[in-house]
């Protein structure tokens, strides 16, 4: 028997290692599109009439039916009762065609269509929804607007699917083994699509000198279409998997919904669940409105046309650079010669200095918050290793909150004054960037990997559902309330780059406040129920 598990693909570090990388390339395909909006929300109000409002409104859609239909408690049912590889590749198919539909609401071929003009007619009032506040659209939403929050809507369905199939998948190909390291490098790579993202949406939907927004959102449905793909391999290799060890995809322990009461009933779920909920609602929907934030708050000068900075040859160079900074950084953490592990460091930080010198040529806000995951890419695989091997995941999270609070009234209060110093604000943005994304390499790296030592196996993926649902709860509601804060507290100003962001930061750092009084009662809550949040993964 001890020599049948060697020839598994799960104990080849190499298929293990490949596994994991055609998941993470297919939620690095929908984190871009997740945010394919987000850097030219100016464009969206110029150009199809959505202010914030109605821009905040549409990406809070993303995760509504997960949230108010419950779509993440069934998708983690059928997870349980399906198994990884049917659910990711039904995952895959769903965002492609969420996806199809968003693009279609914002092309040209959308405006002045009949469906347009029922758009416009429909869907002012829902019953119910409307009464409690949560409708999903409202009464003079612009049609493309909406019917744009439909696509997404089943974008949001397919997309949340996804992170709990590539979670459980990950723990059945790396439980006793590298599992933090995993899923901090899953991470890792999938939110490098944030920079892919924030650099190259705009660069579409400018290309050629004349302005289109349905560019950038079909740049991400192709991305879509070969996430689909990843996950069809996937499934493949999932399967040559289970036919050598004999397991079987099915549980032969049946779904039961009592299974969900037990998670329910136990408080250290709910901590981390919790956790969760403020940790991505103070960053995810900061996400979609940061690159605006920037706008507003530095001073940037477009270049000269013609200059070098202003051709679209020196995006393609700077995106280069960024894949540089991340592929020699997180390679450094796999050298076992120090040699080498520190040669890549240095080429992985110099590259970096150079990405951020060319984002200041180019004056351009969308490239400097590329930046935000390079540093986690750097150290979500030292964190994940750290807690594979060192434990302290409960402690990284109280650190988390704490650079979470300082990053947020960085940005609320010092960005600000430096309005007018060209270098200073860049610089400031910069390093508060850059740290904000690596607080947030903290949620992968330690919390994910907490999961599986707090539920029965068997209802694993039904804890993963119960996590992102109350997760997106806060996801639905925060990019709503930064739009209508951001629109009560600036009543006058219709220039896109002109908004004060100051209330709806400061109500992103009281996010972190309360994650930090969580942090530290779940280090109490583990002292005392013995739950091993703080001991290493590999024992």
């Known amino acids: 028997m001890s020599q049948e598990l060697k020839t598994t693909l799960r104990d080849s570090a190499g298929m293990r290692w490949t596994a994991l990388l055609l998941l993470a390339l297919a939620m690095f395909c929908s984190y871009i599109f997740m945010d394919i909006l987000s850097p030219i929300k100016d464009l969206m109000q110029e150009t199809r009439g959505w202010d914030s409002t109605a821009f905040g409104t549409m990406q809070g859609s993303e995760v509504f039916l997960n949230v108010f239909v419950f779509f993440l408690i069934f998708a ?37 269509s009949g469906l347009e003009t029922w758009f416009t007619n429909h869907l002012n009032y829902i019953p119910g929804f409307d009464e409690l506040g949560v409708s999903p659209f409202y009464e003079g939403m612009p049609a493309s607007a909406k019917f744009a929050a439909v696509g997404f809507m089943i974008f949001g369905c397919g997309c949340e699917m996804a992170g709990i199939t590539v979670s459980r998948g990950i723990v059945k190909w790396f439980k006793g083994r590298e599992m933090a390291l995993a899923m901090g490098s899953e991470m890792a790579l999938a939110r490098l699509g944030v920079a892919t993202c924030m650099i190259f949406s705009p660069f579409f939907a400018k290309l050629g000198g004349s302005v289109s927004v349905s560019r950038s959102v079909a740049f991400g449905v192709v991305l879509l279409c070969i996430a689909l793909m990843m996950f069809v391999v996937y499934f493949f290799m999932d399967k ?97 010669k120090s040699s080498t592990k520190y040669t890549m460091l240095t080429i992985s930080i110099l590259a970096l200095i150079v990405y951020c010198y060319m984002g200041y040529m180019r004056q351009s806000a969308e490239s400097i918050f590329a930046v935000f995951p390079l540093l986690a890419v750097l150290i979500t695989p030292i964190l994940g290793s750290y807690v594979d091997h060192k434990g302290k995941a409960a402690s990284m999270l109280v650190l988390g909150s704490l650079l979470l609070i300082a990053c947020h009234l960085t940005f609320a209060f010092i960005l ?51 996590i992102f649902w109350i997760q997106n709860i806060g996801l639905w509601l925060f990019p709503l309330l930064i739009g209508k804060v951001l629109d009560k507290t600036n009543p006058d100003v219709t220039d896109p780059t002109k908004f004060d962001y100051t209330w709806p930061l400061v109500m992103l750092a009281c996010l972190g406040v309360a994650a930090l009084l969580l942090g530290l009662l779940l280090k109490v809550i583990d002292k005392k129920k013995g739950l091993g949040l703080e001991e290493p993964n590999i024992k």
């Open 76 to 112: 983690g049912i059928i997870l349980d009762k399906m198994g990884v590889r049917f659910t990711a590749v039904l995952s895959g198919a769903v965002m492609l065609i969420g996806a199809i539909i968003k693009w279609y609401a914002v092309t040209e071929s959308f405006m002045g």
């Open 416 to 466: 600000p004054m430096f309005k007018g110093n060209a270098m200073g604000g860049i610089v400031i943005a910069y390093v508060t960037i850059l740290v904000l994304g690596s607080s947030f390499s903290l949620v992968p790296a330690s919390l994910w990997p907490s999961v599986p030592k707090l539920v029965d196996a068997k209802v694993i993926g039904s804890a993963y559902a119960l």
């Open 240 to 336: 040559k998997l289970d036919s050598q060890t004999g397991e079987a995809e099915e549980k032969d322990d049946p779904f039961k919904i009592s299974d969900i009461g037990k998670i329910l009933t136990d408080s250290g779920f709910w901590i981390v669940a919790l956790l969760c909920v403020l940790y991505y609602s103070a960053i995810f929907p900061f996400q979609k409105y940061a690159v605006n934030m920037l706008q507003c708050n530095l001073t940037l000068t477009e270049p000269a046309a013609d200059s070098f900075w202003a051709t679209s040859t020196v995006t393609i160079v700077q995106y280069i650079i960024m894949l540089v900074v991340a592929a020699a950084g997180f390679a450094s953490n796999f050298m076992k």
